[in-house]
């Protein structure tokens, strides 16, 4: 057991996984997070700040629902505001998650099986933070099935040349796959702790949850086509959905929105705040749960140089977003473009340049990105700067329109701000739920990094 301990309290390396590891080490180190009894209090912490956020978030709705959308800050032109902000900006959080789980194991990169578990719980959690803003959006969320094609009397069916209905395809279709990919990945691991807790109710929960899984030549070789099936299924939908999404705005003629290079723009803008998010939450657990030796600093190194390359695609967009305009001689996108910078949303401009083209260069040294708690810092800045991206692009546009005597600036109020803080609160909720109860990171896929698990990959080819 000393041995054990020893080699769970390694420091971090540079490579996957740090030297010394057995099967029963990692076993041990990830399963004792969810089986044992003593609960950190950064946990407490945790949960309790989503657990009140949460409460904020079912008042704020309440109210919405009882007095109407204007208690919010959106008046004529500006009616899309911090909903639909809100709702771009956990939509592009949660596609680091899809990302790192089907593309890069599509791309057989080993380095992602320690932080794929909690990715695609991210992605869950971001999906469905992301749905709370469309439906409270609507007016009358309880029509919300008008949204579907399903049999009517009238005969009346959604306009489905409209990317709005576009998008509850796409968001659901992609939260469902997602769903699968995380759920069987997770099989092997729920027997796992089936086999290893000492708590009967536990034991039942799990074994249920598990469904009957074994470990079979059988089960490994079912599990490990139906992975391969989703990841395909999985791959395009990182790059559609935020497509689809970006199709709200570029489909309109609105100046400032109407540009054909949205769609790679918003997926560009997706990675690269889904991945800062995983260097958020990724940062904060491996310290608290001593898990440098599974989540090394060569997982924080090509996650940040992953975040790095996406931020430099958004830079580039933001380049030629302005370079379009001027040279497409438009003078309302012009008009738009120089709105932006010089307007009553100027700080806010000027402060998202800032935080995903300036700020994140410094992800170029090494060293930075070899300081756990600077990878931190970066991240957050870059989930700020990426949150109001989406605000000045929508607002902004909006904010101006083509009739001058209707311009105005939008204000948000104090429920605009709890919604938002609301569902972050939604997000930690379920996301401490999950690193409570759940293993967050892949026992199995974790111990095939292992020397000896490759030899008899070997002996067994």
Known sequence: ?????????????????????????????????????????????????GLGLLFAFLLAVAVLFARGIGIWGERTPVMWAFDITNFVWWIGIGHAGTLISAILLLLNQRWRNSINRFAEAMTLFAVASAAMFPLIHLGR?????????????????????????WDVFAVSTYATVSLLFWYVGLLPDLSTLRDRTHSRVARFIYGIMAMGWRGSARHWSVYETASLLLAGIATPLVLSVHTVVSFDFTIAIVPGWHSTFFPPYFVAGAIYSGFAMVLALAIPLRAVYGLQGLITDKH???????????????????????????????????????????GPYRYHYWSLVFCNIVAPNVLWFRRVRAKPVL??????????GMWLERFVIIVSSLAQDNLPSSWRVFVPTRWDWWTYFGTIGLFLFLFFLFIRLLPMISIFEVRTLLPQAKVEEGVQG
């Open 375 to 384: 990878l931190f810092l970066s991240s957050m800045v870059v989930l700020i």
């Open 141 to 165: 969320p309880w029509l919300f099935y008008w949204l579907f094609p399903y049999p009517n009397t009238m005969g009346v069916q959604p306009n489905f040349r409209s990317p709005l209905v």
């Open 1 to 49: 057991m000393a041995d054990e301990q020893e080699v769970i309290d390694k420091p971090a390396s540079r490579e996957i996984i740090a030297p010394g590891y057995t099967f029963g080490t990692i076993t041990d180190q990830i399963a004792t997070v969810v089986l044992t009894k003593r609960t950190p209090a950064f946990w407490f912490g945790g949960f309790a700040v």
């Open 300 to 342: 924080l190194d090509n996650s940040a140089k992953v975040m790095l390359a996406t931020g430099l695609i958004v830079g580039y967009a933001y380049i030629m977003e302005a370079f379009s305009a001027w040279y497409g001689g438009n003078v309302y996108e012009q008009a738009v473009m120089w709105n932006r910078m010089t």
